[in-house]
């Protein structure tokens, strides 16, 4: 390949998707020590699974499979495939409102709470390192990095 800016952008794409995949093995690691740390012995939660437990703990209220859903951009069936889990490790339990006895709401047990907090510290170890990243950038360049992932994503 030549020095063309697409050929470029197109190597660095390869290169990131790979490192990405290699990276991923050393973020379970991490995920693994964190959660080994606080007790939890399971490293079986899936990244939907760990998000849906953060939206309850900060949404407790709202937290039913439409919420869920609509929050994490997924299906309502891939929110009950992921709860049905949740409910079985028993980290969450069902719950009707007295005045609302149709729809279903979730709240977290003891363990799941505890499960919460794992994500957050997860969730704060990647956004320092993200930031320490996107400080380098300009916020045009920002501004182009968010465009192109985002019709990245959409492909």
Do not use: C
């Not at 299906?75 to 409910?87: H, Q």
């Amino acid at each position: 390949m030549g020095n063309h800016p697409k050929e470029k952008a197109l190597k660095a794409i390869e290169y990131f998707i790979m490192s990405r995949e290699k990276s991923n093995g050393k973020r379970k690691e991490a995920a693994k020590k964190i959660l080994d740390d606080r007790g939890i012995t399971t490293n079986k939660w899936t990244l939907t699974q760990l998000h849906i437990i953060a939206l309850i703990n900060k949404y407790p209220n709202q937290s039913n499979n439409t919420f869920l859903a609509t929050e994490l951009g997924i299906s309502k069936p891939a929110v009950s495939k992921a709860i049905k889990t949740l409910i079985a490790e028993k980290m969450i339990i069902e719950r009707k409102r007295e005045n609302e006895q149709k729809a279903i709401y979730y709240t977290l047990t003891p363990s799941g709470r505890e499960l919460s907090i794992v994500h957050d510290e997860m969730h704060q170890i990647a956004e320092a390192r993200y930031n320490q990243l996107l400080n380098q950038f300009s916020d045009q360049e920002l501004e182009v990095i968010v465009r192109f992932l985002e019709l990245l994503s959409n492909e």
